[in-house]
């Protein structure tokens, strides 16, 4: 669209050179200051004063119809800039209407596989949130757990130091 509009005043300025006048007429006018074209409206208060040439009247006539022409030529680029657009949008359209419709079926499946992901990463939140503290309290009942299985070695060596001495020193009865 930009490249378009560019492309536009590009013309637009190209159209400002009218081919019908030649290098020295164009040099002639572009030197010439604005103010000493006649106008419309000078022409109309000149009318009621003194009456106006006919080559004044010509030339007059003869810039209208050049902005004219390059008024047409602009609105013709942009209208086929913008059927270009249109067309692209209706090919797009187009090939919308003949893209296959998802079915329902498929819809209400993805929307349930939609919730179970969001249900799994809430899971993952909530375990990441709480794992610390799973570690802290794990952490604790293994050190809990150590320190029974160690309070129970020492029983069992107390017992069987004591066995040993019960052992050794009750009398053996034969029979």
């Given at each position: 669209m930009v490249e378009e509009l560019k492309e536009l005043e590009i013309d637009y300025y190209e159209l400002g050179k009218s081919p019908s006048?030649?290098?020295h007429e164009l040099e002639e006018e572009n030197v010439a200051p604005k103010d000493d074209k006649i106008k419309y409206e000078d022409l109309v208060k000149r009318k009621n004063d003194n009456p106006i040439s006919v080559r004044e009247r010509l030339n007059l006539l003869e810039r209208k119809t050049d902005d004219l022409e390059r008024s047409l030529v602009l609105v013709n680029k942009g209208l086929n800039g913008l059927r270009k657009i249109v067309n692209e949008k209706l090919e797009d359209l187009d090939h919308l209407k003949k893209t296959p419709k998802v079915p329902e079926e498929l819809k209400s499946e993805l929307m349930s596989l939609r919730s179970v992901v969001?249900?799994?990463?809430?899971?993952n939140e909530e375990i990441k949130q709480k794992t610390p503290n799973?570690?802290?309290?794990?952490?604790d009942k293994v050190n809990n757990f150590n320190e029974k299985i160690g309070h129970l070695d020492k029983k069992l060596e107390k017992l069987e130091e004591e066995t040993k001495e019960t052992y050794w020193s009750r009398p053996v009865v034969l029979e």
């Amino acid at each position: 669209m930009v490249e378009e509009l560019k492309e536009l005043e590009i013309d637009y300025y190209e159209l400002g050179k009218s081919p019908s006048l030649s290098e020295h007429e164009l040099e002639e006018e572009n030197v010439a200051p604005k103010d000493d074209k006649i106008k419309y409206e000078d022409l109309v208060k000149r009318k009621n004063d003194n009456p106006i040439s006919v080559r004044e009247r010509l030339n007059l006539l003869e810039r209208k119809t050049d902005d004219l022409e390059r008024s047409l030529v602009l609105v013709n680029k942009g209208l086929n800039g913008l059927r270009k657009i249109v067309n692209e949008k209706l090919e797009d359209l187009d090939h919308l209407k003949k893209t296959p419709k998802v079915p329902e079926e498929l819809k209400s499946e993805l929307m349930s596989l939609r919730s179970v992901v969001k249900n799994i990463s809430q899971v993952n939140e909530e375990i990441k949130q709480k794992t610390p503290n799973m570690l802290r309290k794990l952490e604790d009942k293994v050190n809990n757990f150590n320190e029974k299985i160690g309070h129970l070695d020492k029983k069992l060596e107390k017992l069987e130091e004591e066995t040993k001495e019960t052992y050794w020193s009750r009398p053996v009865v034969l029979e």
